[in-house]
């Protein structure tokens, strides 16, 4: 069993459920691509000590984001850049429009006219500024979605274009309100940091994410001129296990699509996928060991095909019953402190109730002790609050942590509506080449693959890694086979697999490096 490591005060929640779970905090609006571009920001942040733990922090590290106004508001909040590069203007008077209208644009905070005229010694001409616009903008995460400027997010082509997701109100005041960088960032930082290889991953991304005479970075640069940070450090959020088999695991994987020959910029595309499904498994597991269940999380997957009925029925269920987890582990673990020693204990003290309400205080920072609320619960035994903390628990765990697995595995490519009417796992050909870049080393026989899938991501796709089901007559051996051809069919389509002959096939990684497999 993991140690789990104490839970400080977490301000501004009504109590802690959610948190003593998977920690603060994972959130469904954070996808696998934002939660990457959070952690980068941390560990920018930390390129002295990359992937390293910090001492008498708890667990915790701390870390100064990137604010990048400027970057940001050039990229996403000046619509009319276009238009002025197009018009038959002098060139001169292009950058005095231009300033003009940037200037009733600023916030205040450092993106005024006056703060951006280093850029017409950046660039010999206006056009060319206008180009340079273009370029970043057009390989930003969702350039073209209604997002506020504010948290829309460039490429991450080096440290200068890295910063953090702000609200910007009409005052120029900025909060950081967690909505789209929730914390769930900070949470693979710790992961990784408390992964047995950590230090090494550390380095290596260190040495190839954050280079600043990289082409791409430099341009950024150019634009953002000096990087904008808080004026204060800030402490990251709380991860309850000090150490676990999945954050190895998500170690294990970067290391890997690191190694494959590819530009890193290439193999970010990569990380996200394989992030976002570890950390989907994170949250499963936590969720079915907290609920008394120790058996592995398994995705039934249907390899998509219009005579695989039985698969994706199996694969629907097998899509509810994770979609169920959560919920469980809600009510399981406000629950078991009626199980818990001193709960127990108390019962022979001179007042059992006190002792107990103090308890549940200690464990999930409720019931509220002072303020307005206080009295709602007085006269309540502490049965009936444990019982009240459920109630309230699941409507809040619903609003957005109960959404993680549905809006994380679509984000993915792990879960699929298509030809069904009810989700399920079906992996697109994205997913499955991601998992093979992470997986396969210059080659893997196919069945061998399989068996690895699963250990890693519970993926149960063939016969054998479906054993179980048939014993228990779920589905058949046959149509298990068919969906293994299937998911081959499709490997060979992508060009991943070779086959040698009928009974012998080899997954095949085109990213394998002769330098790789001499380390």
Known sequence: MSEIIKRPKIDRVDFCVDENIWGHRLYDEQLPH????EFLGVLGSNLDKPLRPHEGLGGAVRFKPQRQIRLRGLLFNNPYVESIAESKLADEEKWRQWLDKFEQGKTGNGDGASDVAYLRQCFSSFDDFAKAIELLRSSSFESRSNKRWSSKFVFPFGPDALYEDLEIDSKGNMSNDRRFF????????LMLTRSKRGGELGDLLANRMFERSAPMNRLARALQGAPQLPEDPRLSGYLPEASSPRFDQICEDWLAILSRDMPVYDALEHLIAVTGLN????????AKKTAGNDEPVEFVCEIVSKDSRKVRALSGDSYLANQGLPEKAIRAHVESIRREKAWIDAGSTGFPDAERVKLLTEAFQWPPVGGKNEDDFSGQS??????KLVELALPRHGQHVGKIHASWSRAIGLSSRRLSR?????????????????????????????VEAKRRYGLVIGDSEGARLVEVKSIDQGELSENRDNLEARLVGLGLVRRLSDSCSFVENPFFSEVEAAC
């Open 182 to 189: 929730a914390r769930s960032g900070e949470l693979l930082y």
């Open 422 to 450: 009810r989700y399920r796992y079906a992996p697109n050909d994205r997913l499955l080449k991601s998992i093979v870049i992470a997986i396969v080393g210059d080659r893997m026989q196919f069945d061998e693959f399989l």
């Open 34 to 37: 934002l939660t990457v571009l």
């Open 382 to 387: 502490p049965d009936e609050l444990v019982s």
């Open 279 to 286: 950390m989907l498994l994170y949250f499963l597991e936590r």
